[in-house]
């Protein structure tokens, strides 16, 4: 069965800091994985997905995601943590074959300090 | 293009009573999948609907049901509500519903049973 684990339910960064969300994988078939983030009062929105083009994963808002399939990691990293970061996030692995079945982690809640 | 529209936002209910939520997924997608968030499991996969049938199920009761229409939409039915049902419920859209499509959240339907 596939399963994801975020470590770290709440990360606290300076803005200016690098963001570090980590996220474990568990899966007996390639995966795909995703990033999606949820902003207080909103649905999910997609941050970035792995698909097996390119390990090394560009998003939205200057995301970015490496896949490690040695690890079984895909974190979230970003170079510059900026105040409207502030968010939670969530890393999910799909099921192949079950049709739009995401299997979420449990979200890390990313705060920016001034 | 409008996005995924979910109505009502806030629902209050009572134990034993039933509750219908709406969908309207993006112009031109034909897949909706329904998930369900709380603090203590998180977001959990529902069910999806495609051309007006589900093609996939997550690990809920029967209380739990949804149809999809011609036009796509889709509403979820919940039966002799629970007080654990109290949850935020989101609607997906995507293309067709494949494992690696980027899949588009409503902002929620926010269920209160008491």
């Known amino acids: 069965a596939q399963s994801v684990t975020q470590l770290g339910s709440h990360v606290s960064v300076s803005e200016g800091a690098l963001v570090l969300l980590r996220c474990n994988y568990s899966s007996s078939v390639p995966p795909y994985l995703f990033w999606y983030v949820q902003y207080p009062n909103q649905g999910l929105q997609l941050l970035l997905k792995y698909t097996s083009a390119a390990t090394l994963v560009k998003g939205i808002n200057g995301f970015e995601a490496e896949f490690k399939k040695s690890e079984t990691s895909f974190h979230l990293t970003k170079p510059s943590a900026h105040m409207s970061d502030a968010a939670e996030y969530f890393c999910?692995?799909?099921?192949?074959?079950?049709?739009?079945?995401?299997?979420f982690g449990a979200g890390t809640r990313l705060a920016v300090h001034p | 293009k409008a996005g995924v529209t979910q109505t009502p936002r806030y629902l209050i209910k009572t134990r034993g009573q039933q509750v219908t939520l709406s969908c309207s997924p993006i112009s031109g997608h034909r897949s909706v999948s329904w998930y369900q968030q709380t603090p203590g499991q998180g977001l959990q996969f529902l069910f999806e609907?495609?051309?007006?049938?589900?093609?996939n199920k997550g690990n809920f009761p029967g209380r739990f049901s949804g149809r999809q229409f011609s036009n796509s939409r889709s509403e979820m039915n919940v039966s002799t509500l629970e007080l654990g049902d109290s949850a935020l419920y989101l609607c997906?859209?995507?293309?067709?519903?494949?494992?690696?499509?980027?899949?588009?959240f409503g902002s929620g339907t926010q269920l209160s049973v008491l």
């Open positions: 999910a692995v799909s099921v192949r074959g079950g049709y739009n079945k995401l299997i």
């Open positions: 997906a859209s995507s293309l067709e519903g494949g494992p690696n499509e980027k899949l588009f």
């Open positions: 609907y495609f051309s007006e049938t589900q093609r």
